[in-house]
């Protein structure tokens, strides 16, 4: 094989040390295509396009690597000097009467003719399964100055796939959002007929890792609406009125979008309490954010703008956030029930090598488990199977016992947030805030 010369191997090993080195990428694929390896010579070729799109040498070793005709005006290669009984033409000639090189061959279907320049969308279309794309497109020039005004600044998701059937179990959940959310918006007639007001938005709470944004994307799924995330990384500046501005451009991108769903993920970090907070910038953001949410500074308001809201600590968002126009309506998002549990797992489990799981057992071993929890436990599974089938020298399939063993290794990680939320639920529940996790808990008998 051609790889079992010592030239090749140092030649492949310095244009790796050095990829930017285009004339010895270009020796390189020299090299190669003198060996009758031309697939190679002409994927070298390409890679130092990319580094100097303009390069000469490089266009014409990529025409012979192609076995295609050389470009008129070309330079010469290398390996096929012209002829010696051609003379040279005078250095005027070419203005005064261009001629097609003598006795071109005849164009083959997608080639350029003889006589015109080369044509590269052919050649990239030909190549496309062995290098990538010839040249890199300046993400700054793609976005422009990048400003936070800019139209194309905050990247919204067109409407997805995802609805509501795709959330396992939590049937009480999904039964919520239909009444107090999803009904009014998809019928606009009873809406008007019973004077249902569109303002407002949806603040979804509840522990760590139990698909509080999944429901968010399934709810703009179920709209049909584009799906604009915001966190806290997005808003802040360092520069003085920047973040109010950030917030200000992100309900204009979501005005323009409509309809779209602004998820606000992490509030407690965006919103949080203002007599808390003793940064004024970050007070200043939320009372930026009690503007938008108001839709005083857009023209028609929000309209066809639903806002949607996440956090683990609601206690710590600022009350003036949920006061009614606002983020008026609560849901409390516990951790997957039993048929959701089974779903999860089903999911995790459906591309892992498995052997008769009792899914039953395993559900009921995982009560109280978030979601992310039951990926952890299926992950745990994997890697004891895998380290056996390691030592084993052969392949063992995935058991009850390894997944009832990783559910008794793994502590819910729900327990932490439910013993905080208890102190609220009962000595801070003012206006009823917190009675559907009061009676969550009751239920429990956590009380």
């Known amino acids: 094989m051609a790889d079992e010369f010592p030239l090749i191997r140092s030649l492949r090993a310095a244009v790796a040390a050095a990829p930017g080195d285009v004339p010895l990428r270009l020796h390189f694929a020299e090299l190669l295509l003198s060996e009758g390896r031309n697939d190679e010579a002409v994927a070298e070729a390409a890679v130092a396009l990319q580094h100097a799109p303009g390069d000469a040498d490089a266009r014409a070793l990529m025409v012979r690597a192609m076995g295609l005709p050389p470009a008129a005006g070309a330079a010469p290669a290398v390996s096929a000097p012209e002829p010696a009984a051609r003379p040279e033409p005078p250095a005027a000639e070419p203005a005064a009467r261009p001629e097609p090189p003598a006795g071109p061959a005849p164009a083959a279907a997608g080639e350029a003719p003889a006589g015109s320049s080369f044509d590269w969308d052919a050649a990239e279309e030909q190549v496309q399964d062995v290098v990538g794309p010839r040249f890199l497109e300046d993400p700054q020039a793609a976005e422009g100055s990048g400003a936070a005004g800019d139209v194309d600044a905050w990247d919204v998701d067109a409407p997805g796939a995802v609805r509501l059937a795709d959330v396992g179990g939590m049937d009480e959940v999904k039964d919520r959002l239909e009444a107090a959310f999803l009904a009014p918006m998809r019928n606009p007639e009873l809406r008007r007929l019973y004077g249902k007001s569109l303002r407002g938005g949806l603040l979804l709470y509840g522990p760590p890792g139990c698909g509080k944004t999944f429901i968010a994307r399934a709810?703009?799924?179920?709209?049909?609406?584009?799906?604009?995330?915001?966190?806290?990384?997005?808003?802040?500046?360092?520069?003085?009125?920047?973040?109010?501005?950030?917030?200000?451009?992100?309900?204009?991108?979501?005005?323009?979008q409509a309809p779209c769903v602004v998820f606000l993920d992490e509030l407690d970090a965006l919103g949080a309490k203002r007599s808390r907070t003793h940064h004024s910038g970050l007070r200043n953001v939320v009372n930026q954010l009690l503007t938008e949410l108001d839709g005083i500074s857009g023209g028609a308001g929000n309209e066809g703008v639903?806002?949607?809201?996440?956090?683990n600590v609601p206690w710590d968002v600022d009350i003036a956030l949920r006061r009614p126009g606002r983020l008026d309506r609560t849901l409390l998002v516990l951790p997957p029930d039993a048929t959701a549990r089974e779903a999860i797992l089903r999911y995790h489990l459906r591309e892992r090598p498995i052997e008769a799981v009792d899914l039953g057992k395993l559900v009921k071993a995982t009560e109280d488990f978030s979601g992310a929890d039951l990926a952890h436990v299926c992950e745990t599974a994997a890697e004891a199977a895998l380290l056996d089938s390691a030592r084993s020298g052969s392949v063992r399939l995935i058991t009850t016992k390894d997944l009832l063993g990783a559910a008794k290794q793994l502590k819910p990680s729900t327990e932490p947030w439910f013993a905080a939320a208890r102190n609220v639920a009962m000595f801070a529940n003012e206006g009823g805030l917190y009675d559907d996790l009061l009676a969550h808990l009751k239920r429990k008998r956590k009380l």
């Not at 990384?233 to 204009?252: C, P, Q, R, T, Y």
């Not at 639903?306 to 956090?311: I, R």
């Open 219 to 256: 709810v703009a799924g179920e709209l049909g609406a584009n799906f604009l995330t915001v966190s806290l990384s997005d808003v802040l500046d360092m520069w003085i009125g920047a973040s109010e501005k950030n917030i200000h451009d992100i309900f204009e991108t979501a005005r323009r």
């Open 306 to 311: 639903f806002v949607l809201a996440a956090t």
